[in-house]
Nanobody, 123 residues
């Protein structure tokens, strides 16, 4: 069974940091890109970042570039999202997903989703 399990969300003050984890199981980790979407209250879900471990390709949405860092640990089948300098507008439920990265990180292309982890940034 394909599973993506997120952890690491929580409440943090603006300017603080959090690290999200996405533990993958049930498939060959290197065969797929994995990354993150987020959905803020009342807004559509949007792509945040993705990483393709097979070739090292990484993508970030513009608003998180320079603040967020995505990485993967093949030994642990886990993808991380280090989030620094958090802003209130980063408040959202963050979802881990599996799908193509280098051709565009879009919901329609995803083939597996995690259950989400909530991130709240207070001002």
């Amino acid at each position: 069974e394909v599973q993506l399990v997120e952890s690491g969300g929580g409440l943090v003050q603006a300017g603080g940091s959090l690290r999200l984890s996405c533990a993958a199981s049930g498939f060959t980790f290197d065969d797929y890109a994995i990354g993150w979407f987020r959905q803020a209250p009342g807004k559509e879900r949007e792509g945040v970042s993705c990483i393709d471990s097979s070739d090292g390709y990484i993508w970030y949405r513009g608003s998180v570039t320079g603040r967020f860092t995505i990485s993967s640990d093949k030994a642990k089948n886990t993808v991380y999202l280090q989030m620094n300098s958090l802003k209130p507008e980063d408040t959202a439920v963050y979802y881990c997903a599996r799908g193509p990265c280098s051709t565009g990180w879009y919901e329609v292309g995803m083939t597996a989703w995690g259950q989400g982890t909530e991130v709240t940034v207070s001002s």
